[in-house]
């Protein structure tokens, strides 16, 4: 009885991990690497496992850095049902698409590099084709009750209160000599308070964790919703005096519908002013939809909401571009705000209102959700004062903020919180999904707080769960977060920097002879 780990291992992105027994073998989760080059790089490489050798795939939440490998799973042989939520497989029905999209485009443009370079074309990963074979494939779940995808292995969903639709699960496997482990795979983990959706569940009993760390290494300061609003208000109104415009990069998924439900109600408080909120990514108006149609999930408040309204992302303040000359007609607007994908500024029309709007010091930069380490929106939070976006140099003049209250990520406290909760502690905690000196961190503290054995598994690690030994099925470095790609556009900037700053002709010359003389040894 093994669990191997092919991804959210000393990273954020990539979540998968194999559980096999006798001769059944499952995923739980199978999601896309982003952020540096070098992590997307293995979105190109084959499965280590036979995909057609996986009987059934168990989902935690739509996020795609959890889903976004499953059209290539399927593409290279998987035939058996996937498991999720009916709220997740509606929301899939959006992202996985749009995905498919997004890798088409993104190797047409590597394609047309590569033409000029004289080098082969690539094929996308997979395509709309594959994105609707996977969808054909899922099955929902409900929460709280269980079924058997297997013999021998039965699974149990529960809420994680992370975006709509999300779950934790527990699986208890009994192999054919009766040897009995269950095991909770965390997935994402929400915290209390956040807008619109419910609190997680608290953690059952189990003999293991697999328990995700993003903010393992940090506490952040108690989440109340109204001082949520008041942060936001206080954001667009200093703006608005300014005369200038709020751009919030946020995830389609989550991020987006909370804002707007929040922006709405400081309208409706008087608390902003009439200033138009122009939600500008057509995938998040798609997920918004999804959002209206499951009112059944919203938490209390927002319930109450409904009820006074029918609908809580009506205003006649808000509005949802559709065409591209939507998007880029807002580049002429001032008063306004801007919600757009996505949420890391690493892809997405985001990028386009950064490139006409960072080096505006009347304008504020709003950042809601987590930034991994090598993302634009990293960079950005990091102060950097110039950043490349498409090859384009950009100052960074705009007012950049962020705000704590939306993260969709528990915190410290709140990681520790489910722990200790637990009716009875687990034998062993798997940390992942969280950059490396997070997870460390958090490992080290389970153990000290609560003498739990814990640990932080490589990429294709594997380890028996009937007998804690670890092996590696193949060798593999750490990811690297930050890599050279990052490191060049940094060196191409300062370059400009030095050539314009330095006066002298001579000085200039003889620094870049010395540089090419370098470069050519
Ligand atoms: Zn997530
Ligand atoms: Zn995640």
Redesign the pocket.
């Known amino acids: 009885m093994n669990i191997s780990f092919f991804g959210a291992a000393k990273c954020v992105t990539g979540s998968c991990y194999k559980i096999s027994y006798d001769d059944v073998n499952f995923l739980v989760d199978c999601g896309m690497f982003q952020g540096s080059k070098s992590l997307r790089t293995n979105n190109y490489l084959d499965f280590y496992f036979d995909p057609a050798s996986i009987d059934f795939v168990l989902l935690t939440?739509a996020?795609i850095?959890?889903t976004g490998l499953l059209p290539k799973l399927v593409k290279a042989g998987f035939k058996g049902p996937v498991y999720a939520t009916e709220v997740t497989i509606d929301l899939l029905k959006a992202m996985l698409p749009d995905s498919a999209r997004i890798q088409v485009y993104d190797v047409m443009l590597k394609n047309k590099r590569n033409e000029r370079r004289g080098l082969p074309p690539v094929e996308p990963i997979y395509d709309e084709s594959d994105a609707a074979n996977a969808l054909n494939l899922m099955r929902p779940v409900k929460l709280h009750v269980s079924f058997e995808p297997a013999k021998g292995c039965k699974a149990t969903y529960y809420e994680a209160g992370?975006?709509l639709g999300s779950s934790f699960i527990k699986i208890e496997l009994k192999n054919s000599s009766g040897e009995e482990r269950s095991i909770i795979f965390s997935g994402?983990m929400g915290g209390e308070n956040r807008p619109i959706i419910e609190d997680p569940d608290k953690f059952p009993t189990a003999d293991f964790l697999v328990m995700e760390s993003t903010y393992g290494n940090r506490t952040r300061e108690e989440v109340d919703s109204d001082k949520r609003l008041a942060d936001i208000a206080a954001i667009v109104n200093r703006t608005e005096e300014r005369g200038g415009k709020v751009i919030i990069p946020a995830f389609a998924l989550e991020r987006t519908q909370d804002l707007i439900y929040d922006l709405i109600k400081l309208k409706k408080r008087k608390q902003i002013s009439s200033i138009p909120v122009i939600v500008d990514s057509p995938l998040a108006s798609e997920i918004t939809r999804v959002f209206i149609k499951y009112p059944n999930h919203y938490d209390e408040e927002a319930t109450e909401v409904l009820e006074g309204t029918g609908n809580i992302f009506d205003h006649s303040d808000i509005s949802f571009t559709s065409s591209v000359d939507d998007s880029k007609a807002l580049n002429e607007r001032d008063r306004v705000i801007i919600l757009s994908a996505n949420g890391m500024c690493d892809a997405g029309r985001i990028k386009h209102h950064l490139i006409h709007n960072l080096w505006n010091p009347n304008n504020t930069v709003v950042f809601v959700g987590f930034q991994a380490e090598g993302t634009l929106g990293r960079l950005i939070i990091d102060g950097e004062e110039t950043v490349r976006i498409n090859g384009k140099e950009i100052k960074v003049n705009a007012e950049i903020t962020q705000i704590d209250g939306y993260s969709?990520h528990a915190d410290q406290t709140e990681l520790f919180e489910q722990i200790e909760t637990m009716p009875e502690k687990p034998g062993h905690i798997f940390v992942t999904h969280g950059e490396s000196e997070a997870s460390e961190e958090f490992a080290k503290l389970i153990e000290e707080k609560y003498q739990i054995s814990a640990s932080v598994p490589s990429m294709f690690e594997s380890v028996n769960l009937l007998d804690i030994q670890t092996s590696v099925l193949k060798e593999h470095e750490t990811p690297v977060l930050s890599d050279s790609h990052n490191l060049y556009a940094r060196f191409m900037l300062e370059l400009a920097d030095y050539m314009r700053a330095e006066e002298s002709e001579e000085k200039r010359y003889k620094k870049l002879e010395s540089f090419l003389k370098k470069l050519e040894k």
């Open positions: 939440h996020h850095d959890h992370h975006v994402d969709g």
